[in-house]
């Protein structure tokens, strides 16, 4: 009776996204659900009986913990604990029998909310950006260039007259500059990834030459997704120029289908993951924080718009950039 009473409560325990363990007193493992198997990165059959940190990786506070439990009417929470699996807060609770019941809950997904949370808050910045700018500095620069072109139809030629013209030129050039923070307006269609991608591989080949290798990892088995096709393309080149512009000599561009939907989406049962991997300078660890934001830069010619835009796009096609 004992053993078919247990084998539903361990199934049912299964069925839990929370990691549950047993332990004797001495740290030796009774019983553990999936979840905690891919915590601890072990099986419970190869577990079972075996102190818990013979079969596992574990932080010394947890073993601590575990020598020294709490008593019966109260529980232990460890928190931020770093496993073969991930990133755990544990709670430890001691049974009136003398075992210690375990429950280890995954971070990874309430850290990925606050980076969603980060980066949607960095949206809209660039979002009131654009419009304050719009606003602020179109309408005097108006003024600005069209002074200077009546400055340069005047002179006609001569010094002043190119100086006018560089005005005229400068002008442009921010006015351009201030349209690129605009979130552009989208034309979703069913498009095919994979010419997007060769297409902005062909205009970086244009503009860095030979000095850049691109490789590619593609899955052939994705489908055609709904998307902005020059948005897309504008992203990918935006990263792929990010790779040239620090010095890599290598490019790998990889397509994956993710199951599973690692961006928190409940009607998303699969995403399309694409990573730029190059083998450049990399990103300041003072920057690494700040890389999405708007006019953060660690080049000295650098905008610092290219992030910022290609995580705009990203997040109006309802994706991440990680």
């Known amino acids: 009776m004992e053993v078919a009473d247990q084998e539903p409560a361990s199934g049912t325990l299964d069925l839990l ?4 363990v047993r332990l004797d007193g001495m740290g030796r493992l009774i019983q553990m659900n999936a979840a905690a198997e891919n915590c601890f990165l072990v099986s419970r059959d190869r577990a079972t009986g075996r102190l818990i940190w013979e079969v596992a990786e574990v932080p010394l506070e947890f073993r601590d913990a575990i020598h020294d439990p709490p008593g019966t009417s109260q529980g232990l929470r460890l928190h931020e604990l770093k496993f073969g699996g991930g990133i755990y807060d544990c709670t430890i609770q001691a ?10 809950n995954n971070l990874e997904w309430e850290q990925m909310r606050l980076r969603l949370q980060q980066r949607e808050v ?37 010094e002043l007259c190119t100086l006018a013209r560089l005005i005229m030129r400068e002008s442009d050039r921010i006015d351009e500059l201030i349209l690129r923070f605009g979130q552009p307006e989208l034309v979703r269609q069913q498009v095919d990834i994979y010419p997007l991608l060769d297409e902005a591989i062909d205009l970086l080949g244009a503009e860095f030459g030979d000095s850049v290798h691109v490789e590619r990892d593609y899955d052939p088995s994705i489908p055609a997704i709904r998307a902005d096709a020059t948005a897309i393309r504008q992203v990918i080149l935006n990263l792929l120029r990010n790779a040239c512009q620090a010095n890599s000599s290598l490019v790998l561009i990889r397509t994956r289908v993710e199951h599973g939907s690692a961006l928190l989406q409940s009607d998303q049962n699969s995403v399309l993951r694409l990573d730029v991997i190059d083998n450049g300078q990399g990103v300041p660890a003072s920057l690494q924080s700040l890389l999405f934001l708007p006019l953060v830069t660690g080049r000295r010619d650098g905008t610092g718009l290219g992030l910022s835009l290609s995580q705009q796009i990203a997040s109006a096609h309802g994706g991440w950039p990680a």
Do not use: C, K, W, Y
């Not at 996204?17 to 549950?20: A, E, K, P, S």
């Not at 049974?95 to 280890?104: H, K, R, S």
């Open 17 to 20: 996204d929370t990691g549950v």
């Open 122 to 158: 960095q949206t809209g910045m660039l979002d009131l950006l654009s419009r304050n700018l719009a606003h602020e500095v179109r309408n005097p620069l108006g003024g600005i260039r069209g002074a200077a072109q009546m400055l340069a139809a005047e002179l006609e030629s001569g």
């Open 95 to 104: 049974i009136e029998d003398g075992t210690l019941l375990l429950e280890l």
